[in-house]
């Protein structure tokens, strides 16, 4: 051996022994099977209603589960609802891990899990990828990240649906993260759940359960969800109970012997020192209970740096963030559509967003209402584009809209002037069909939503927003029962993919991206709020009573201040 | 220059030699105290936050109330002979309070070392003590007791062998080992975690799983898992214990739990109290 080549291997084989031993991670893969040991009545049976035991649930969380009708799940776009990441491990599962290895490297690029429990799939990136931003879709399972801690896998996830933590409708909200680990000791895999939910809980939520590995996997992995009418309801109807008004609140106490009020009481009793207070009977009562209905944190703002954001939806549409009001872009062979063209003050920067999009002219703009926050770059984008006859782009909006927009003398560049007056309207362009239906008296009175047909796309305007309650401007003719219709039509144009995810996404006036399932869970929380104040009207309350008894208190953790909307819902409802 | 054979093969040695000297001398921590080693540090004042079996733990069930629990027809009929004013009258209120019961009450521990070798647990809930052995070769002597005897030991990655946590770098003291290196710093005791202490206990007395006389035998295996999880985004430190039971005489196959505690900032709330069972509520 030449000496060159002995040299060549010595420092080779230094360096094999001095580098970093290959951390011999724990192995996660195989077949799992729940045990349930813990919680057991609840996990597998669930048969009892009103257990909020252990459950750190402040009085938005009492609320909501005070009203929740277990027959909502009987309308049709809940019926094939699943759990969501912090519920799925607790109800009856089996799950499958995986790993996914760079071929190159070997280093683990992702653990990949299949649950039997209504067939989801997760993800949970190893790779060191950042979470997405805060306007992308949200689903089921989330979006995870993990990292080895020792022999603890630890795993991070947001963007995870709103669902529950029981099936006695505690909820959880879409503004959850959950930490997990992950810890295996031979054939049994403990599993840690970490909850925190700045709208429903009053601290972390831990749960833990256990696992066995499957020697034989013959079990059920398969999970067939098919919606069928069985209870025909109005559409505008969401079971719920009234404050106060829910039969079942205490069936499980009676059943156990338990005091309802440490049932109820949250975090304060999963300490030690609440045994003193369940023997001496010194409970508090939600009437001495301190006060936890404070501001809880708001949901997420649109960005609020003076960049836009551009997020591709699918198929033809991007959705522009932080213009105001979202703005949808369609693009193709034909040029572009707009839809809604944000503030004036951002104008430039959405037509540069347009452009990194596509260079062909800008064809035709649509707005959705009236607000200067949708039609503010009107004139600007009008002006950069051009029809195929040589003028401005089209801008297309309800008549009603060409109506206040002049009423309020806004300059005339920015009117639309390809109007209509009829219910929908539709045409063709960049290879799809495109609808737009006229919700009358809904945000406003010139509320259009526009429908991608074939990128599969809804743009909803004010009547969907994920940020804040629905704005009801009465001035101008809005109305609550319109925003229900609206959330309605919404609801009939969109296909959930599979389970109530994905498949037709929807674009709000404000917020993320979502679908049917958002859509459907701020159709009832404006249902019920309505309801509720129905029923206070009904008794003769005045708005000032109406707003002490908190008809949002449910949902003010989510979207903010509850006080316009009750005053417009009230308003509305008074005048019938 | 031609090298001879035995040369190179000499200097082959030589190098492997000094490669791998770190890896021997970590290979003398064996010879070091369980305390000086310890991958985790589970000491410190830990409190139970009931968030699972709720109303079998904060609450006595009544009798015939075994939800959850794989008990086979004899420990079922044990269960339903569950008499607590006859507990009481005999001397053995601390049967739910002894090995296989005790992290399932409502309550505090205080995890300390006794010694190199030891480590102490106190419970308030019936102002309990285990000692942990990790000296393998001390023997159970005397009578049986609530809590047993227990020997103790470290699992897990090897201190200094392990990847380091993310986004919570270890300190670089010095010594052997660390950030994933050989003859790196030592992590310090008190952030490492990923591994975790396995306890096996033995020659305790019969005792109740729940507080309502669901039972296990003085020959059952009991085996738990301590984890010290990584450290919550909120800055929470949370103890995970999982505990596998098998009994073949009172269950059909093994019972595990895991429970939950959360590090406390002092022992000001350690309260210590005796053996107590509240009766069940009235009902069937």
Known sequence: MPARHFILLLVSLLLLLLSTPAFAQMNLEGEWAGRYHEDQTDRIPGDVQGDFTGVPLNDAARRYAESFDVTRVNLLEHQCQPYNLPHIYRGPLQFRIWDEKDPGTQQIIAYRQYLGTYQQWRTIWMDGRPHPPEYAPHTFMGFSTGEWNGDILTVTTTHIKKEFYRRSGIPSSDLTTVVEHYIRHGNLLSHVIIATDPVYLTEPYVNSQEFVLMERGNQNWLYNCEYAMEVPKPKNQVPHFLPGKNPFMRDFANKFGLPFEAVWAGAEATYPEYLAKLEAGSISTPSNRPDNTAPRPQPPAPPTSDEIKTFHVQGNVYMLVGAGANVAVQIGDEGVLVVDTGAKPMRDKVLAAVRQLSSKPIRWIINTDADADHTGANETLSQAGMTVNGNPAAIVAHQKVLARMSDESRPSPEWPLNTFFEDSRDFYFNGEAIFLYYIPHAHADGDVIVYFRGSDVVVAGDIFLTTTYPIIDAKHGGGVDGVVTGLNKILDITVPKYLQEGGTYVIPGHGRVSDEADVLEYRDMVVIIRDRIQDMVKRGLTLDQVKAAKPGLDYDGRYGNSTSFIEAIYADLAKH | ?284
């Open chain 2, 1 to 284: 220059m031609p090298i001879s054979l035995s040369t190179r093969i000499r200097f082959v040695f030589f190098v492997l030699l000094v490669a791998n000297l770190p890896v021997q001398a970590q290979g003398q921590r064996g010879a070091q105290s369980p305390k000086s080693i310890a991958p985790l540090d589970i000491t410190g004042y830990w409190v139970s936050v009931v968030s699972e079996d709720w109303r079998l733990r904060m609450m006595t069930p009544r009798k015939g109330d075994y939800e959850s629990i794989p008990l086979n027809q004899e420990g079922t009929r044990v269960a339903n002979t569950w008499d607590l004013a006859k507990d009481n009258q005999e001397g053995l209120q601390c049967k739910a309070f002894g090995v296989g019961g005790i992290l399932r009450q409502p309550g505090r521990l205080h995890i300390e070392w006794q010694d190199e070798k030891t480590l102490k647990i106190d419970f308030d809930a019936g102002t309990q003590t285990r000692l942990l052995n990790f000296d393998k070769s001390q023997q159970a002597a005397g009578e049986k007791t609530w809590q047993g005897f227990s020997i103790a030991e470290w699992e897990g990655p090897a201190v200094g062998r392990g990847a380091p946590p993310r986004g919570n770098p270890r300190p670089t003291d010095a010594g052997g080992g660390g950030q994933g290196l050989r003859g790196g710093p030592a992590p310090p005791n008190s952030v490492m975690q990923g591994g975790s202490l396995k306890v096996v206990t033995t020659r305790f007395r019969e005792g109740y799983l729940r507080k309502n006389g669901v039972p296990y035998s003085e020959n059952a295996s009991i085996t738990e898992y301590f984890h010290r999880l990584p450290q919550h985004p909120n800055g929470d430190n949370w103890l995970l214990v999982v505990t596998i039971i098998e009994d073949p005489k009172y269950l059909s196959q093994p019972f595990y739990t895991s429970t939950q505690f959360k590090l406390e900032p002092n022992g000001s709330k350690f309260n210590p109290t005796p053996c107590k069972t509240a009766p069940p509520p009235p009902g069937k």
